[in-house]
């Protein structure tokens, strides 16, 4: 008894696919892919998430004025500002009484107490009359020190009883009113 011959070995699935098919076969046509028969919906746009907050909170440098300088004497203003801006002070000048008390009383102090040196006699407006605007319209907002040539101790007492937190007699040394302005300011 013979035996058959062995079987071919079955084809792969590649080897089906790459022989040609007979010429009277019909052809068969793949449908074409979901993705291709429709169009795709627009992805959502959705905003990126905010940043994370800082561990920290940010701080602004300080920007209100530790200090105000009122004094209508443009030589001794000018020396004044020298030796504040060689020290480093936030500070703000004014020539006149009317201007400053105007300034003052709308100026945003982001809760300090500015140190306000302040000549008794001012065009426009007195010191005295500055001082007491200021204590009814913002109390307790300014530290107010005098400077003046009324060098009496009537005129001093008068100074300091209006509320006034020192009297600085003029000619000023510059060294010592630094000096004071210093310790006023709390440096």
């Known amino acids: 008894m013979t035996e058959p011959p062995p079987a071919p070995p079955a084809a792969t699935e ?3 696919a790459a022989a040609p098919a007979p010429a009277d076969a ?8 979901a993705s291709a028969a429709e ?15 800082p561990a920290v909170p940010v701080v602004e440098p300080a ?8 004094e209508d ?10 030796g504040l801006q060689a020290r480093g002070y936030r500070f703000r000048a004014f020539r006149n009484g009317r201007d ?4 003052l009383l709308a100026l945003d102090v982001q809760g300090t107490h500015p140190l306000v040196v302040l000549d008794v006699d001012l065009p426009g407006l007195d010191g005295y009359s500055v001082l007491e605007a200021l204590q009814r319209g913002r109390p307790g907002t300014y530290r ?11 005129e001093q007492l008068r100074g300091l009883e209006a509320g006034a937190l020192d009297y600085l007699l003029k000619p000023i040394s510059l060294r010592v009113a630094l000096e004071k302005i210093r310790r006023w300011v709390g440096r």
């Not at 004497?73 to 020298?82: G, I, K, P, R, V």
């Not at 400053?100 to 300034?103: D, I, K, N, V």
């Not at 005098?146 to 009496?152: D, L, Q, R, Y």
Request: aromatic share 4%.
């Open 39 to 53: 169009p795709l919906p627009p992805a959502p746009i959705t905003p990126p998430p905010p940043p994370p907050a």
């Open 63 to 70: 920007t209100a004025p530790e200090l105000i300088l009122v």
């Open 26 to 33: 019909p052809l068969a046509v793949a449908p074409p892919p």
């Open 144 to 154: 107010v020190v005098f400077t003046t040539v009324h060098s009496t101790e009537e």
């Open 73 to 82: 004497d443009a030589a001794l203003a000018e020396l004044l500002a020298y």
């Open 100 to 103: 400053a008390l105007r300034e």
């Open 14 to 16: 590649a080897q089906v």
